[in-house]
């Protein structure tokens, strides 16, 4: 079956994906979700080891819909110059080896761009193309210890804290995704290409933002503050007489609302009076709210505070997610059949385009599914394909 793009943004677009485990398929599925032709490059090993898990669990399931895989052995000299030819042609290479290999196999930057000026080549570390710490192995954990999110994560007085999903891996594949396409971009005023490259540490960073400029222009090093937001007071977790509810007053016009609902005398005092006091004295004031909002239930207070315009909300296990009405109606939980587990859902995009769409045209592939396909879109004859196989090319 030959390419079918999922969306008409990207379709002109080839992608040769060499990624494997997160980080890259990450960059990568934005592209193929949005209609690129990605072709999925798998070394000829043990189905499932170089990407990071079983081909029938979740995750990879998640991760690899929309693209296609050929089977390509970069250690063979056949096999380098099968991928050359296809680079040749592509538009887009993405890869998250550590820095060294792709010099090693013959297939990095300067070697694909003397052939193709135009190649836009993505690659994603732990921790940079270069510099002392470029030939450590990454890891999304390291990358939030060493970033500094994992300081700030968590209650006071326990400790460091891991978020509880690869946030460093996942930012760091959308920002690739984004590096890739201003290049496109760029492409269209130069006609060249361009190296783009990220890491774990530089994304992880990144999404410290606020957190980080307190450093950087204040001076102030952030703490960890469990469930209360550091800045913005009160806003945190609060307990109902049925469970718990977010409540988040950023702004002392958002606060004022609060404190006349609750009707509560002691919210009065001076020692709540402006944010500067209310950070002061955070403990006292959580309590005073506490004891009020468990006296109803969360339903009660999301309705009642959200018709008062103070921003709210449930907090939902991943199950309820899925159930809330408002996550029915965007359409993220998408239908997929695929070919290991059969009929269920995925994922989909976070985007909505008033024209285009994103869909789901293909599952996951099985291993090498299009190595045939795709050598023969590229000009290779039966026999040779057939030789290849042989002599274990792919």
Known sequence: MAFEAASDILSDYTVLDLTRVRSGPTCVRQLADWGANVIKIETPSAAGSDMGGSREGSD??????????????????????IFMKMAAKADVIVENFRPDVKFRLGIDYESVRAINPGIVYASISGFGQDGPLAGRPGFDQIAQGMGGLMSITGAPGEGPMRVGIPIADLTAGGFAAQGVLLALLGREKTGEG??????????????????????????????????????SIPTGVFVTSN??????????HI???LKDELADPRMDHEDYADQPSRSVNRKALNAIINENTSKQTTEYWVE??????????????????????????????????????????????PIIMSRSKSEIRRPPPTKGQ????????????????????DKGVT
Request: charged letters at 20%; glycine letters at 8%.
């Open 60 to 81: 990879f399931q998640n991760l690899h819909r929309n693209k296609r895989s050929m089977v390509l052995n970069l250690k063979d000299e056949d096999g380098v110059a």
């Open 194 to 231: 361009q190296w783009v490259q990220t890491s774990l540490l530089q994304a992880q960073i990144a999404m410290l933002d606020f957190q980080a400029a307190r450093w950087l222009m204040d001076g102030d090093v952030p703490k960890q503050a469990g469930n209360d937001h550091p800045t």
């Open 243 to 252: 469970g718990h509810i977010n409540i988040a007053c950023a702004g002392q």
């Open 255 to 257: 606060w004022l609302r």
């Open 304 to 349: 009642r505070l959200a018709e008062i315009g103070v921003p709210c909300g449930e907090i939902n296990n991943i199950d309820q997610v899925f159930a809330s009405p408002q996550v029915q109606h965007l359409g993220i939980a998408r239908d997929m059949v695929s070919q290991e587990r059969g009929p269920g859902q995925i994922v989909g995009q």
């Open 370 to 389: 299009h190595t045939e396909e795709i050598l023969s879109e590229y000009g290779f004859s039966s026999d040779e394909i057939a030789a290849f196989s």
